[in-house]
T-cell receptor, first 114, second 114 residues
Framework: AQSVTQLGSHVSVSEGALVLLRCNYS??????LFWYVQYPNQGLQLLLK??????LVKGINGFEAEFKKSETSFHLTKPSAHMSDAAEYFC????????????FGTGTQLKVEL | DAGITQSPRYKITETGRQVTLMCHQT?????MFWYRQDLGHGLRLIYY???????DKGEVPDGYVVSRSKTENFPLTLESATRSQTSVYFC?????????????FGPGTRLTVL
């Protein structure tokens, strides 16, 4: 079955350190891929999306993600973490056989420590 | 204030009761979606609507009913609530289909079924 997998349900980084949140997908053709962020007690907000144009996608708040077809990955990165980045992050994709519906990963909770 | 709103934000009900969760958006977006968010599952699509009077099932539609008589409203009804429907429910809207359009999420409704 087509799926989106996020490795690591919890990630902890120090303020100023690199943020790396992992996402892999399973799809027979290149999918549309998204990263959403959810702050406590709020809805999801789009960070960035890949729609088969440039493989390196820049989003809001200094985040970016690189689509790597050979690795079926779409990892999210930010060079320097800030305390305000603490939130839950969801990778999602429109996958083949998914009926054009968005399939979400299970989420990664990012903790930023001083 | 423009945007997408959900009501109520919190609801406690009993098994067997009917519950309706409301969703209202002010952008005149064509598409609207209902998701549930559960630990370990991420977000799962319950129902979606491409336009007024057009609705379709998502991944987990059983036990839920939707209607869309007006573009701006997309209520979700639990006809006879069960404990397994305890969850956080998110409504979202999009200008176009899931591939092209960014989804905008409401703040969520936390539902507890006793």
């Amino acid at each position: 079955a087509q799926s989106v997998t996020q490795l690591g349900s919890h990630v902890s980084v120090s303020e100023g350190a690199l943020v790396l949140l992992r996402c892999n997908y399973s799809s027979s053709v290149p999918p549309y891929l998204f990263w959403y962020v959810q702050y406590p007690n709020q809805g999801l907000q789009l960070l960035l999306k890949y729609t088969s144009a440039a493989t390196l996608v820049k989003g809001i708040n200094g985040f970016e993600a690189e689509f790597k077809k050979s690795e079926t990955s779409f990892h999210l990165t930010k060079p320097s973490a800030h305390m305000s980045d603490a939130a839950e992050y969801f990778c999602a994709g429109i996958l083949t056989g998914g009926g054009n519906k968005l399939t979400f990963g299970t989420g990664t909770q990012l903790k930023v420590e001083l | 204030d423009a945007g997408i709103t959900q009501s109520p934000r919190y609801k406690i009900t009993e098994t067997g009761r009917q519950v309706t969760l409301m969703c209202h958006q002010t952008w005149s977006h064509s598409y609207m979606f209902w998701y549930r968010q559960d630990l370990g599952h991420g977000l799962r699509l319950i129902y979606y609507s491409a336009a007024a009077d057009i609705t379709d099932k998502g991944e987990v539609p059983d036990g839920y009913v939707v209607s869309r008589s007006k573009t701006e409203n997309f209520p979700l009804t639990l006809e006879s609530a069960t404990r397994s429907q305890t969850s956080v429910y998110f409504c979202a809207s999009s200008e176009s289909g899931q591939k092209e359009g960014t989804q905008y999420f409401g703040p969520g409704t936390r539902l507890t079924v006793l």
